[in-house]
Structures are given as C-alpha cells and as structure tokens.
C-alpha cells in the first residue's frame, strides 16, 4: 500500500512564498501521475498542479499558472510545489495525490482517478 507523506505549508501574508513536498512510500511502475489538490471550506476539492513522473509533463490550474511550479525528485519519490506571489484565495488544504500507473493525459482533475492521498496540510495566506 503507497503511503503518501506530506511536508510544508502553514501561513504567509499575500505574495509570500510557501513549499510543499510529498513523498511516496513506494512507486512500484516507472510512470505515474502525482500532484496536488486543494480544497478551501465550503468548496469541492480542485486540481492545482500535477507532473507525469516518466516524462516531466506538467499541467497547472489556470489561477495558478506562473505562480506554483510543481518538480519532482524522482530518486527519492518526492514531488513539490513551490507556491509564489500567494493570494489570499489560495488558502486551503492542500492534499498529495497519486494516480498510480499514469501518464496524466485526459482529465487530470478528476479526483476520481486518484487512489492514493496525503494527510493534507493547511497554507493559510493573509492579506
């Protein structure tokens, strides 16, 4: 079972930076779709950015595009999010996902097609 762990976040006043890492326990093919999704009180949960670890495709959120930079560390299973020039309407939880065995292509938002999840974790951004 692939465990996702979860590290970053917290609070930053309006166009600070914050970082996000997740590392997988384990990625068992060479190609997955891994990313991260938030989710603010009151709202369904939305795709911000996921990458294709075989090849490095990314894909972002229009409201976040030119601000976050998703990377991956595929040595270590880990992939990140550098959040910059945040905006108050970037507060949420964001959570890791993997859609294990992927390539991201289609509709990369669909939480349905994630199986596994991190702890979440809260970036709070003031303004």
């Known amino acids: 079972q692939v465990q996702l762990v979860q590290s970053g976040g917290g609070s930053v006043q309006a166009g600070g930076s914050l970082r996000l890492s997740c590392a997988a326990s384990?990625?068992?093919?060479?190609?997955?779709?891994m990313g991260w999704f938030r989710q603010a009180p009151g709202k369904e949960r939305e795709g911000v950015a996921v990458?294709?670890?075989?090849?490095?495709?990314?894909y972002y959120t229009a409201s976040v595009k030119g601000r976050f930079t998703i990377s991956q560390d595929n040595g270590n299973n880990t992939v990140y999010l550098q959040m910059d020039s945040l905006k108050p309407e970037d507060t949420a939880m964001y959570y890791c996902a993997l859609d294990r065995g992927s390539y991201c292509l289609g509709k990369w938002a669909n939480t349905q097609r994630y199986r596994f999840w991190g702890q979440g974790t809260q970036v709070t951004v003031s303004s």
């Open positions: 384990e990625l068992t093919q060479s190609f997955n779709c």
């Open positions: 990458i294709a670890t075989a090849d490095g495709e990314t």
